[in-house]
């Protein structure tokens, strides 16, 4: 049970991928899973390769797109980029989240307070 | 429409695959550099960081996978796979892919064919505008509860005119001209057709125009005629210039204004007029009675009309109901004087009935739909006991790759991963059967429209349209799910450790195919016997029509048919004509009788008339509408009809002399019982009032008249010199020789008399009585095919199980024999189980056959449905080919030799 602790649900990967391309402007796969990383503190374990699926599913849908660039240390890299529509759904999914979270805090703390 | 864009996005995907991986594989290696130079940034070793990374990381080929998957469309690639293997396996064994595709083709052939044929003959419409608002108008007649379609033209005008539910309503009527062209006549088919005809059917002109309301407003006053387009190309090699021009049309010149559009055939399938002329030149066309147009009695147009879109076809038979009942009223209040009560309430007592109209009058069809349905689930058995075979031979061969099976059952294939293959190997097959089965279908279908009458076949529209093509592709899919199936049947118990010893055929493997294929054995023998038996039951039936007595020589009589009345000639003329055509005909060589009459028997047609006898006081609702004729002297001896008593017409017989007739036995029967009839009366005028004028001088043997299957009738014949009208008439020639060779003679005859005389129907009644049983023949013809296929099929499945099972138990037979059995106890061993196989399946196909032999009824002639020759024969049959079809396979296992058996694991 301890090892499902720290897993993400695929919903929330994507929130996280587009909230930080939104963060930090265009970035790389390992740039993305180091900033992930590194908010996180840990707390989240993430096989940092099945980023690579979540990336091309929202390429697919349109919200980011890639490019190939040429990274700090000279190194030739493929660059995501939030796109206009990326940002739609970023603000959607941040509102329903903040929803969600609000009402599983009210319940959890009431059911707490009984 | 963010699924639309993946599903773009996927399908891009599936090309340019290798510059995508090697994409893919770059940005992963580029991600695992950069966190291996940062773990040794941190001060690992460079190994331990390059597998710490590979840690972090998480699996690299499961990666790739899964970003695979995504990217492209898994179902799709894993069936461009399937299908690769698929095709290599086809190719490697082609013996096996020659006989499923070209027994496929067969089963998907004859059931496309045949429901290409089901979807135009009862399922296509009529080729006009909106054909789903068209209604058939009918009434019932109270008295045989039959929907009549024959109306009166004063009827005709007040429906029309005064209805509220329909846009539009026509009208038309058969009609055949002599037709004359560039001094050329022949006989051609018509209508006559009111001014609203193409309106409301929505057909406009492909040259010219079209017959309107203003060419149909005065009888006799609108010499015009519209040509179809195939008589226009057939008879005037599609030149233009004849839109102008004037045919000869029983005598009257008619000035040609247009031509209807290609596949346009009128508003009956079975029927494809080639002039139509306006309604009002019924009385140039149709002369008697002179007043047909006006006479509320004479009933000889059919009704078809455009419901307006807003009303049901209720509601219209509703309103159209009591408009039909008022004028019914009328009409009858105008012959108060000359009707009884009784024949007033019946006339009253007749209701409008509306029929769909979007296949017009469906005479021809409505007599298919049966045979045709019929021949449908023959093939639709057939394909089924095609199938059964394939998943016999499936089974065969799956035992054959049981190595391979466990292999990749073994390096981790799933199940159903293996069962979706053999459905992507079976389901190829089957397609493949299909494309093939479309020639066939193709092939069967133009053999089958030659059994159908010329005109007929010649408006069945394009005979493979998407629908036969949809019911193609369907049939294949549904085959090859069904034979495919079997496989992953016996798939799902299978075992991975069996599979993968080295298997033998020993005693208990198998079990469970050999359990399918027994099962697949009984259903084939179930499915063919009832084919066969209803084979059997047809091959009765035209034997006993052909066998029938007609009452009449059919061999050596010459028949063909002519109408001088349609070129407008005086009946002197007429009446001399005919004279000299049969004084001329008799005098010829080889001649031994010759006569004229209006209805040529086993034609298909004859007149009925209304009679009153002498003496014999009828039902209020008894039939008196005999079968009649109006014959030259000469008739009987012509056809060989005995006379009972009493004398034939001769030439004295003239209109001037006493009114007489000759009764055939049946009539004299039913109207005298066991009195003599001779020298009693009968009358067919209309006036009530009129006694029976017509004094009976002979009485003749039955014969049949309108086809081989019917019942005795009262038939009377009345002499043409004392007849009125004097329609078509058929020249009947006996000759001692072959009567065809008489026919060139006729023709020259003919010609030298009237050159403008066109004969046609020109046969001989042989021929004419083969003819009539077309129908017939071809359903023996296709049952007796279909049913042997099936048997043919279901033997070969047995050949196979009983070879199948003697390679099984070869082991067991040897033993066997080295303890002292003799090969006979060996072959009952073998055969044993196939003859309590296919015996059960014969006991259930039987009682299959004897409840469905009930539907077959009235197709059958004389013939039980449990009638004992086709059942025992048909069993009979079955029981011999597949005794021989289990029996050579069979004696093999008596061949075994003990030393080689045993050793053989």
């Known amino acids: ?114 | 429409m963010e699924w639309l864009q993946v599903m773009v996005a996927r399908l891009t995907g599936l090309f340019r695959r290798r510059v995508l991986d090697a994409e893919l594989d770059r940005e992963l290696s580029v991600h695992l550099e950069a966190l291996t130079e940062e773990n040794i940034r941190r001060g690992m070793t460079e190994q331990a960081a390059r597998h710490a990374a590979r840690r972090a990381f998480g699996g690299l080929e499961q990666t790739k996978e899964s970003y695979r998957d995504r990217r492209g469309l898994p179902f799709f690639e894993t069936l461009a796979q399937d299908l690769r293997y698929a095709v290599r396996m086809l190719v490697k064994s082609p013996g096996f892919t020659l006989v499923t595709v070209l027994t496929l083709a067969l089963g998907i052939g004859a059931n496309t064919g045949l429901f290409s044929l089901v979807n135009s003959v009862l399922l296509g419409n009529l080729p006009v505008r909106n054909p789903e608002e068209l209604v058939v108008v009918k009434y019932t007649d109270s008295r045989s509860q039959q929907a009549q379609e024959d109306f009166s033209y004063p009827m005709y005008q007040a429906l029309r005119d005064k209805n509220t539910a329909f846009r539009n309503v026509l009208t038309r009527s058969g009609v055949d001209f002599n037709a004359s062209y560039g001094g050329q006549s022949e006989r051609a088919t018509g209508e006559m057709v009111s001014g609203n005809y193409f309106e409301t059917l929505g057909v406009r002109a492909f040259l010219g125009r079209l017959i309107g309301p203003e060419d149909d407003r005065t009888p006799g006053a609108h010499p015009v005629a519209v040509l179809s387009y195939g008589y226009w190309q057939r008879r005037f090699g599609s030149d233009a210039a004849v839109v102008g021009k004037d045919l000869i049309l029983n005598n009257n010149p008619i000035r040609v204004i247009g031509i209807t559009p290609p596949g346009f055939y009128g508003t009956e399938m079975a029927r494809n007029p080639d002039i139509r002329v306006p309604m009002m030149m019924a009385t140039v066309f149709r002369p008697v009675p002179a007043n047909r147009l006006e006479n509320p009695r004479h009933r000889w147009m059919t009704i078809l009309a455009r419901r307006k879109p807003q009303v049901t076809v209720g509601q219209a038979q509703a309103s159209l109901d009591i408009l039909y009942h008022q004028v019914l009223a009328a009409e009858l209040q105008e012959r108060e004087s000359s009707i009884n009560a009784h024949d007033k309430e019946r006339t009253l007592a007749s209701r409008i009935q509306l029929e769909p109209g979007n296949q017009g009058f469906a005479h021809l069809r409505t007599e298919m739909e049966r045979p045709l349905l019929l021949m449908f689930c023959v093939t639709g058995i057939v394909l089924l006991v095609a199938c059964a075979n394939l998943a016999n031979l499936l089974l065969a061969r799956n035992a054959k790759r049981k190595q391979e099976i466990s292999v990749r059952l073994a390096i981790g294939a799933g199940r159903g991963r293996l069962i979706r293959q053999w459905l992507t190997e079976s389901l190829l097959l089957s397609v493949l059967g299909g494309c093939a089965g479309i020639f066939v279908a193709y092939w069967a279908e133009t053999a089958l429209l030659g059994f159908l009458p010329a005109d007929f076949s010649a408006n069945l529209q394009a005979p493979m349209d998407f629908r036969v093509l949809g019911f193609a592709l369907l049939a294949s899919l549904f085959t090859g799910l069904l034979f495919g199936l079997a496989p992953a049947f016996q798939l799902s118990h299978a075992g991975v450790s069996i599979t993968l010893r080295h298997d033998s055929p020993s005693i208990a493997s198998g079990e469970r195919i050999f359990c399918l294929r027994s099962a697949l054995i009984f259903l084939q023998v179930a499915l063919s016997l009832p084919l066969l038996i209803g084979a059997g039951l047809f091959l009765h039936s035209l034997e006993n029509l052909r066998g029938v007595s007609t009452g009449f020589v059919k061999e050596n009589v010459f028949l063909t048919t002519l109408n001088p009345a349609m070129n407008g000639y005086p009946r002197e003329r007429i009446k001399s004509l005919y004279d000299d055509l049969l004084a001329l005909v008799r005098a010829m060589p080889d001649v031994r009788a010759a006569s004229l009459t209006t209805s040529s028997v086993i034609s298909g047609g004859w007149d009925q008339e209304g009679v009153k006898v002498e003496g014999y006081l009828p039902g209020a609702d008894e039939n008196m509408s005999p079968n009649a004729a109006i014959i030259s002297p000469g008739y009987f001896a012509t056809m060989g009809i005995p006379f009972v008593e009493g004398r034939d017409f001769t030439e004295q017989d003239t209109a001037a002399r006493p009114k007489v007739v000759i009764i055939n036995e049946t009539m004299a029967h039913y109207f005298f019982g066991n009195k003599d009839p001779l020298g009693k009366k009968i009358g067919t005028e209309d006036d009530p009032k009129a006694p029976p004028d017509r004094e009976i001088i002979g009485v003749v043997k039955d014969a049949k008249y309108v086809r081989l299957s019917e019942a005795p009738r009262r038939h009377f014949y009345a002499p043409m010199a004392q007849e009125l009208r004097l329609l078509d008439m058929t020249l009947q020639v006996r000759t001692s020789g072959d009567p065809e060779k008489i026919g060139n003679l006729v023709r020259a005859q003919v010609h030298d008399l009237d050159a403008n005389l066109p004969l046609y129907a020109t046969t001989t009644l042989e021929i004419q009585i083969d003819d009539s049983l077309m129908q017939e023949r071809l359903i023996t013809w296709l049952s007796s095919l279909f049913g042997l296929l099936a048997t043919l099929l279901a033997s070969l499945g047995l050949s196979g199980i009983v070879a199948f099972s003697v390679s099984r138990r070869t082991r067991e037979i040897g033993i066997r024999m080295a303890l002292g059995a003799q090969p006979d106890d060996i072959l009952r061993h073998v055969v044993g189980h196939m003859a309590f196989l296919v015996t059960a399946g014969m006991a259930v196909g039987l009682a299959a056959a004897y409840g469905l032999s009930r539907l077959l009824g009235s197709m059958l002639y004389e013939v039980g449905s449990a009638d004992p020759r086709a059942f025992a024969g048909s069993c009979f049959l079955l029981g011999v080919v597949a005794a021989l079809a289990a029996y050579w396979p069979a004696r093999r296992a008596t061949e075994v030799d003990p030393v080689v058996a045993l050793r053989y694991e």
């Open chain 1, 1 to 114: 049970m301890a090892e499902t602790h720290g897993e993400v649900l695929q919903g929330t990967l994507d929130l996280i991928v587009l909230k930080t391309l939104e963060a930090l402007g265009p970035l790389h796969g390992y740039g993305i899973a180091m900033r992930i990383q590194q908010v996180s503190e840990d707390l989240l374990k993430l096989n940092q390769g099945t980023l690579y699926p979540a990336l091309l599913r929202l390429e697919q849908r349109g919200w980011i797109s890639s490019k190939w660039g040429v990274s700090d240390n000279n190194r030739k890299a493929k660059y995501y980029t939030l796109t206009r529509s990326g940002r739609k759904q970023l603000l959607a999914e941040t509102e329903s989240w903040e929803r969600m979270a609000a009402l599983m805090t009210r319940l959890l703390g009431r059911a707490e307070g009984a």
